[in-house]
Structures are given as structure tokens and as C-alpha cells.
């Protein structure tokens, strides 16, 4: 382990030399830039830096483990580096005097006042002359870089840049030998009389058939336009007037929420009322007499239209509290019993109507199989309680936004409604079978894998 340096008495090409030493003795590209950005402080002081390439953006911060790509900061930071990268391809410090206004302009928020852009050419191996990757080095702080500084942070970039084009050979896979032998199998006589290059057309003829992609997910039979029944205040459930599943008229009781509150207020509101007509009577009577007293008429007039809006208001809170159906259907909703004295708030669901032949299918799409379907795209549904039968429908929407599931994970919610009316009553759950659109069947077997392999490897 490299014992920690100071810069104050050491002279630059000792620090230089440290520097190398660090980077030859780097295992990762990983570890090579984690050292670019964090130890880059022997040779000048700096309070952040950004590691910038062309292909992958902001790909290492000072201090940070992982940055966010879609980080405000990490963002502006791009942007500037694609900036410099154009139009300062030379070593040098800036400000923000020296950049457009629209990234002058978030320079204060994200950065200090100073500024040093190392431009870093990576040449890739196999690449001609001149060719490689666009990438840079950059370097704020609250002082001004010391000048005589600038040329030992240009060698130490062309030193970084030989360690990273070292590690990149290490990982090449060279084709020469593959190639050669595959032009040697070439130039034989009657190659493609041969049983193995019939093998690979037939396998390569059955990889790009054409067949849907589908996908699996958790589905069950949802009422396809239920009315929802929110509670109208706070208050507590006092009781339920219906069964689970039981068909109700519209217009008929429900439930109903405790009015022992809101009859004690409404009983205080009319007393109150009465209480001020009383008080306005008498002084209207004083009045004929007592100019002052006609003065305070009008006070009390408006008290008693403000006690009288109190009691219908008060009035209309306790019919609302007896919750009426909407309109024929079935009423869904959990055990009467888990409702009863119950606490609830206002527009928590209590229970739904829905008509018994409304029904469609209600599926929720993984993130990692949100294949493209379209309106119209064929769905069945194998139910558990019946999965030799499957219910057919037909891609109602996709929602755009993932929205999280009971169990933690993150699925697009998909509606489809049934081709031809069953039987099957709403609740049953079972998997959904989502079919998109033509690919090959390669693509088909691969997809998945692939997508796994993604994660874990970066090609």
C-alpha cells in the first residue's frame, strides 16, 4: 500500500514518478480511473474532478463510488466536457468567462471559480494513426492553477493514457487466429459439400424464423369499470348495511360513518343559531329607542347567516355520512367485520361496484419483459383454479409508468378486455401470456440471457 504523499516540499518529478508507479501497478480500468481522479493531487490541489469520455460520459467522479448518470450535476458536467472537447483540445485552465452562457450560467451552482481541462487521447488497439477515443480530465478549484504545474499534469495524462491502452490489450480478444483458420477451411476443395456446413445453414435458416415474442406475468379478472366508494369525511366506519358480492339498487345503504360527533355539533350549531335570532330580536326591539343598538343590527344579522351556514353545512356532513350505491351492481369489498370501527380518511377506498359481466383482464408487466404491445395484441389468461382453459383478450393500454407492486417490485400495469364473456368471476389470478410482435427465433431464445448478461458485463 502506497504510503500518502504531500506536495508542499517534494519536487514534481519525484510526485510524477509516484504517480506512474500507481498506474502501472492498476489491475482495472476501473482502478486506473478511480486513481485519475482522486490522486491527481500530488502534482496540484483541486477541491473536484470529472473523468469524461466520449462513449460513456461522466464516467468517474472524485469522491464518489458510483456516480449517476442522470445526476443535475453529473449532466451539466457532460455537457461541459463535450463543450471542451470540440473547441479546447489543448491543455489549459478556464472560467466560466470562457464558456457559453448556458453552461456560465449553472457554473456557480455546481463548481468553484477555476478551472483546468486535460484533453486525454485514448487509442484504442487496432486503431490507424489519429484515431481513438475523445476523452478529458477536469479539475476545479478556488485558486488559480499554478501555472508551472500545467505541463507535468499534460505528462502525467499522456502516462495515464499509455497505462489505459495497456489494460485495453489485455482484454482484446485478437480474431487473427479465428480468421486465418476459417480462410484455410475456405480455399479446400467441395467445403460446402460437407455434413457440418449443412448443419450450420440449417441452424442459421431455423435462427432467423420468425415467431412472436411473448412474455409471462401475474394476471387476474378485474372489473372492467367499477364505481368506487371513498369514505366522504374522516370519521369511523359505525356500520355495513351490505354483504361481499351481494347485488345492490342504486340509491341503496351501504355503509354509514359515527354521527355521534357530527349530531353534537349540529345540535351546538342550533343552538347557536337560536341563541343569535333570540339576541337579534331583542336588540331590534331596542333599537326603535336606542340608536346605538340599531347600529349593531347589521352584526347580527350577519351572525346569524354565519351560524345557519354552520348548521347546513353541518347538515350536509351527516347525510354524507350515510353512503348511498351509485348504481345497480355488485358490491365488492373485504369482510364486514374488518371495516367495523374502523378509522378512515377522506377518499380512502371503502368498496367497489361493478357489474358482474364487466370483466377484462388485468396483468402487470416486469420491467425486464416490457416487451412493445400494441392496442389490440392478443393476451390469454390461464387462470389457477382452470389452467387447461384459457381466457382469450385483447390489449386494452400499457401504462407508461411503472408503478410498485405489493411485493416490492416494479411492474407496467396492463388492461385487456375479453374477446367472449365466461363465466369466471372476478378476483381469480393466475399467468398471463402477453404476445408482442414478430422476431426471429434466435432473438427469441437469447433475449433473456442476454438481457442477464447485460447487467453483469460490460461489452
Known amino acids: ?26 489491475k482495472t480500468v476501473q482502478e486506473l480511473a478511480f486513481l485519475l481522479v482522486n490522486d491527481t493531487r500530488l502534482l496540484l490541489p483541486y477541491r473536484q474532478a470529472v473523468w469524461w469520455t466520449q462513449e460513456d460520459g461522466v464516467h468517474t467522479l472524485s469522491g464518489v463510488v458510483q456516480p449517476d448518470a442522470n445526476a443535475p450535476y453529473a449532466q451539466w458536467a457532460a455537457q461541459l466536457c463535450r463543450h471542451l472537447a470540440q473547441h479546447h483540445p489543448k491543455l489549459g485552465a478556464f472560467t466560466a468567462s470562457d464558456v457559453p452562457p448556458d453552461l456560465a450560467a449553472q457554473w456557480s451552482q455546481w463548481w468553484p471559480a477555476h478551472a483546468v481541462w486535460l484533453p486525454v487521447s485514448l487509442a484504442t ?22 501555472a508551472d504545474r500545467l505541463p507535468v499534469l499534460g505528462e502525467w495524462g499522456s502516462m495515464w493514457g499509455h497505462a489505459w491502452q495497456a489494460l485495453q490489450r489485455r482484454r482484446m480478444v485478437s480474431p487473427r487466429q479465428w480468421w486465418a483458420r476459417l480462410r484455410q477451411q475456405q480455399a479446400q476443395a467441395a467445403w460446402w459439400r ?15 424464423w420468425p415467431v412472436h415474442l411473448t412474455v409471462l406475468a401475474p394476471g387476474e379478472l378485474v372489473a372492467a369499470q367499477p364505481a368506487v366508494l371513498r369514505a366522504p369525511m374522516d370519521g369511523v366506519v359505525e356500520q355495513i348495511h351490505v354483504q361481499p358480492n351481494e347485488m345492490v339498487k342504486q340509491g341503496q345503504l351501504l355503509f354509514s360513518l359515527d354521527e355521534a360527533q357530527l349530531a353534537s355539533r349540529l345540535e351546538v350549531s342550533e343552538q347557536a343559531l337560536q341563541t343569535a335570532e333570540a339576541e337579534y330580536r331583542q336588540f331590534a326591539q331596542l333599537a ?171 461489452l
Open 194 to 208: 460437407r455434413p457440418a456446413v449443412w448443419a450450420v445453414a440449417a441452424v442459421a435458416a431455423l435462427a432467423v
Open 1 to 26: 500500500m502506497n504510503a500518502p504523499m504531500t506536495t508542499g516540499s517534494v519536487h514534481p518529478a519525484v510526485l510524477l514518478l509516484e504517480l506512474g508507479h500507481r498506474a502501472r501497478q492498476a
Open 125 to 146: 488497439p487496432g486503431a490507424a494513426q489519429g484515431e481513438g477515443v475523445s476523452a478529458g480530465l477536469l479539475l476545479a478549484g478556488a485558486e488559480p492553477f499554478p
Open 288 to 458: 326603535l329607542g336606542d340608536v346605538r343598538s340599531k347600529s349593531q343590527l347589521a352584526a347580527l344579522a350577519g351572525k346569524i347567516g354565519e351560524r345557519r351556514a354552520e348548521q347546513a353545512f353541518l347538515t350536509e356532513q351527516r347525510q354524507r355520512a350515510q353512503v348511498l350505491a351509485p348504481h345497480d351492481g355488485m358490491v365488492l369489498f373485504d369482510a364486514p367485520s374488518e371495516w367495523m370501527g374502523k378509522p378512515v380518511q377522506t377518499g380512502e377506498r371503502v368498496m367497489r361496484i361493478a357489474q358482474p359481466d364487466a370483466v377484462e383482464v388485468e396483468a402487470w408487466l416486469p420491467i425486464g419483459d416490457a416487451i412493445a404491445l400494441q392496442p389490440g395484441a392478443p393476451v390469454q389468461l390461464y387462470l389457477a383454479a382452470d389452467p387447461l382453459a384459457a381466457v382469450q383478450a385483447q390489449v386494452r393500454y400499457v401504462a407508461y409508468d411503472a408503478v410498485a407492486r405489493p411485493d416490492g417490485q416494479y411492474a407496467y400495469r396492463v388492461r385487456a378486455q375479453l374477446v367472449k364473456a365466461g363465466t369466471q368471476r372476478i378476483g381469480l389470478k393466475g399467468t398471463a401470456k402477453l404476445q408482442g410482435e414478430r422476431v426471429s427465433l434466435a432473438y427469441w431464445m437469447v433475449r433473456k440471457p442476454w438481457a442477464s448478461i447485460r447487467q453483469w458485463v460490460a
